[in-house]
């Protein structure tokens, strides 16, 4: 019962914070509100050196320099992260992504998906470590039952910082051209502070031994109840079998995940921000099992490079990479300006196939189709004043039968989506799938292919019929000849160390 209430309320701290619930209480006018704010903001900046000294201690490593604080109410942080997200992520990106996710069946066509983001950033808002700046700032009015874990939390990320070096970390690829691989390392590092914050509200009430460098992870059934709870379906059924207030470690209120901006965003932007916090956790658990912090660290010198990696740690340990793909469809598509350029990885590979495949009947589950990923890379292109993309996605599987799982599995999704019949043909390196929803003279095509352990997938690309109903434009098949004469795979590694020596 213990575990159960504390990773919920350890959730909740981090990423699931309402605005009513971390509002700041008003304070009196004049000089008397000043010195309430001076009290409450020595209070809270002892609190914290306390805090990282205990954090410090309780991971065993040790803080190399003192970290730069700074207390803030919760509209100047709301301020700060939206004028960063406005400077780090242009409107372009979003665009860009929101077409690619609307083309999938991701997002709705009314969704504004900046807008979104800003609500749920205004969400989340809890008090954060500034990378580029090291400074570490706090938010005052938090309910006191998660102040002091969510500052454990990011005061930790300091101290990774100080040790690991988390700007050169990330740095090989960003999100624009490898999400997958920047996913990972956000796994690794908010995996780890996840586990960390565990670890210091265990010691904090006296469950876990005082004096003893020891972690909930030691204790193989306090380790097993926590990943078994490391499920959102099980929090959200957990949630609505409890009376109100039930789950509280403290006198304050949980927020409801299905109340959240989180819980009713769609899945692949709610999947892709937990991602880190719950997968990242479970892989840090099945790292440190079995070892100390100090052999755990080694993790941070060659760090995992694939979500796959993270959702399948023996992958990781066993050096299992996936594969660097590369193709150029450009000459193809020469009036059409690309936007869109990255690698999906298999943890959106499972929440696009699962998104769709809950409403179908006897439909594979998402991710064991997903688990056979190898590595891809997913284009998007546009035609001056057109208000859709083409998306083009070639990704390879660990065997020609996996292969075989996925593109079935993608023809159902798009046989469902669509309403439409599919045209099948087997060949001498493989088969292909082609659909044309609809009978009108102008419209668009779909196509997928698989040759050998590869698939081509093609939506949305142009289609144009004659009298008698014959395909007239010759898009998709330019477009299929191109990746296929361009494409390349080379094993990760070595993309990775190339771009570390550039």
């Known amino acids: 019962m213990m575990i159960r209430r504390l990773l919920l309320a350890l959730l909740a701290s981090l990423f699931l914070l309402s605005s009513a619930q971390v509002a700041a209480e008003e304070s009196p006018s004049g000089g008397e509100a000043s010195e309430i ?21 309780i991971r065993g490593l040790e803080l190399k320099e003192s970290i730069q604080k700074g207390v803030k109410d919760r509209d100047q942080l709301r301020d700060m992260l939206i004028e960063r997200f406005h400077e780090e992520v242009p409107d372009a990106d979003f665009e860009a992504e929101s077409l690619v996710y609307r083309r999938l069946g991701l997002f709705d066509d009314d969704l504004d998906y900046r807008e979104l983001m800003l609500d749920l950033l205004t969400e989340q808002i809890a008090g954060f470590y500034d990378q580029d700046a090291t400074e570490l700032y706090i938010m ?40 997958d691989f920047a996913l990972a390392r956000m796994a690794l590092i908010e995996g780890d502070a996840m586990a960390v914050m565990v670890d210091y509200e265990l010691y904090e009430r006296e469950v876990l031994p005082q004096n003893r460098a020891r972690s909930f992870i030691d204790i193989p059934m306090m380790a097993s109840m926590l990943l078994e709870l490391l499920d959102l379906n099980t929090l959200e059924a957990m949630e ?26 769609p899945p692949i932007i709610r999947d892709t921000l937990l991602f880190p916090y719950v997968e990242g956790m479970r892989f840090v658990v099945h790292a440190r099992s079995g070892r100390t912090w100090a052999e ?39 009036d059409y300006e690309q936007i869109y350029d990255t690698t999906f990885g298999e943890m959106k590979f499972r929440s696009w196939l699962g998104t769709h495949l809950e409403a179908i009947t006897d439909a594979p589950a998402a991710d064991e189709i997903a688990s056979g990923w190898d590595g891809d890379r997913i284009h998007a292109y546009r035609a001056s004043g057109e208000q859709e993309a083409i998306v083009v996605q070639l990704s390879t599987w660990r065997s020609e039968d996996e292969a075989r799982a996925f593109a079935e599995t993608l023809e159902r999704i798009l046989r469902f989506r669509h309403d439409a019949t599919t045209a099948h043909h087997v060949g001498t390196h493989g088969e292909s799938w082609c659909m044309r929803p609809g009978s009108q003279e102008e419209g668009e095509r779909h196509f997928i292919e698989r040759w050998g352990e ?31 004469e361009t494409h390349r795979r080379v094993p990760f590694r070595e993309v990775l160390e190339a771009r570390k020596g550039e």
């Open 140 to 179: 005052e009015g938090l309910p006191e039952s998660v102040q002091k874990t969510t500052m454990a939390h990011e005061i930790f990320h300091a101290i990774q910082d100080q040790h690991f070096d988390i700007g050169a970390l990330l740095a090989p690829f960003d999100s624009r051209e490898n999400a």
């Open 296 to 334: 755990f660290d080694q993790i941070y010198t060659n760090a995992p490079v694939s979500t796959s990696q993270i959702l399948h740690p023996e992958r990781y340990f066993d050096g299992d990479e996936p594969l660097d793909i590369r193709f150029d469809a450009g000459q193809a598509l020469s």
């Open 37 to 57: 704010e001076k009290d409450s903001e020595h209070r809270l900046l002892k609190a914290a050196s306390s805090i990282g000294s205990r954090v410090a201690e």
């Open 240 to 265: 609505s079998l409890e009376p109100p207030n039930a789950m509280d470690i403290g006198a304050d209120p949980l927020p409801s995940l299905g109340d959240s901006v989180l819980g009713n965003a």
């Open 454 to 484: 590869m698939v081509l997938y093609i939506e949305g690309a142009p289609s144009r019929l004659d009298e008698q109903s014959r395909e007239t434009d010759s898009t998709m098949w330019r477009i299929r000849d191109d990746v296929w």
